[in-house]
């Protein structure tokens, strides 16, 4: 079964220091995993994802995650927030032959401070 | 280029009456994917079809709901006889493909009166 884990439903930052969002993933075969952002009232828009080339993946807007497969783990990073920043992220598994199914986690809500 | 279209954006209905949520995918995508999202929730998966089939309906509750890609026009959602708990945001993801990313529309805010 596949499932993600997105650890703190909420977090907050102040401008300019890190952001780090945590999402671990379950699945039995090699995953593509994805991360969201989604502003209010919008649907989600991709950020990055993985599928299996570099473990490092840079996606938009200064975000990055790495995929640990010894930690099952695709965290996302950005070395310093900015107030646009603040949003919904939303961490993604795709698996099998098919890909079909999208599961998501949870959500992350990220509120920047001034 | 277009996105993912959904429409109406916002629809509210009375317990009892029916919903019709219409999903156009981006130019080129043949894979279409219905979510629900529930305040403070993550997205439910629900059907995934393409062109005239439904390929994957298992987030689909058994009744009152239904889904169809039709061989023209965009793909619709339907949900008979709505009540309270049917209120949420639906979302239209498409794809050109297996395992590539998925591209949302701005979603359907379902009320419930």
């Known amino acids: 079964a596949q499932s993600v884990t997105q650890l703190g439903s909420h977090v907050s930052v102040s401008e300019g220091a890190l952001v780090l969002l945590r999402c671990n993933y379950s699945?039995?075969?090699?995953?593509?995993l994805f991360w969201y952002v989604q502003y209010p009232n919008q649907g989600l828009q991709l950020l990055l994802k993985?599928?299996?080339?570099?473990?490092l993946v840079k996606g938009i807007n200064g975000f990055e995650a790495e995929f640990k497969k010894s930690e099952t783990s695709f965290h996302l990073t950005k070395p310093s927030a900015h107030m646009s920043d603040a949003a919904e992220y939303f961490c993604?598994?795709?698996?099998?032959?098919?890909?079909?199914?999208?599961?998501f986690g949870t959500g992350t809500s990220l509120t920047v401070i001034p | 280029n277009a996105g993912v279209m959904q429409n109406p954006r916002h629809l509210v209905r009375r317990r009892g009456q029916e919903a019709r949520l219409r999903c156009s995918p981006m130019?080129?995508?043949?894979?279409v994917y219905w979510y629900r999202q529930l305040p403070e929730e993550g997205l439910k998966f629900m059907v995934y079809?393409?062109?005239?089939?439904?390929?994957?309906e298992s987030g689909m509750p058994k009744e009152r709901f239904s889904a169809e890609f039709p061989k023209e026009g965009p793909s619709i959602l339907r949900i008979q006889q709505v009540v309270r708990g049917d209120s949420a945001a639906y979302f239209c993801?498409?794809?050109?493909?297996?395992?590539?990313?998925?591209?949302f529309g701005d979603g359907t805010r379902l009320s419930i009166l």
């Open positions: 993801a498409s794809s050109p493909g297996q395992n590539q990313p998925q591209h």
């Open positions: 993604a598994v795709s698996v099998g032959a098919t890909g079909n199914q999208f599961y």
């Open positions: 079809l393409q062109k005239e089939n439904i390929i994957d």
């Open positions: 993985y599928t299996s080339a570099a473990t």
């Open positions: 130019k080129g995508h043949s894979h």
């Open positions: 699945s039995s075969v090699p995953p593509y």
